[in-house]
């Protein structure tokens, strides 16, 4: 069973930077796709962005330009950067690893924008 550990959560104000990081328990990291997803309270989980094993990226509208994952294939970790944090970025931020139709989730770590 793949593990995930997420952290780096924390409060910050606007305009703040935070650093999410995501270890993965086995080596099927460097052949899957990660994710970061986030729900604030209230509303659905929605994706954030994605990376693929080949590096390519893909992010939600609202973070394009101010988020950036990348992954470190030796240490199967998936890091999320986000700068210029708003009060609509609060909330869980899971992080997801996916491999053909199996999919495994973290437990989620705090992010809290104050404005």
């Known amino acids: 069973q793949v593990q995930l550990v997420e952290s780096g959560g924390s409060l910050v104000q606007t305009g703040g930077s935070l650093r999410l990081s995501c270890a993965a328990s086995?080596?099927?990291?460097?052949?899957?796709?990660m994710g970061w997803y986030r729900q604030a309270p209230g509303k659905q989980r929605e994706l954030v962005a994605t990376v693929t094993s080949g590096g390519n990226t893909n992010y939600a509208d609202t973070v394009k330009g101010r988020f950036t994952i990348s992954r470190d294939n030796a240490k199967y970790t998936v890091y999320l950067q986000m700068n210029s944090l708003k009060p609509e970025d609060t909330g869980v931020y899971y992080c997801k690893l996916s491999l053909g139709r199996r999919d495994y989730w973290g437990q989620g770590t705090q992010v809290t924008v104050s404005s």
């Open positions: 086995e080596g099927i990291f460097r052949i899957s796709t």
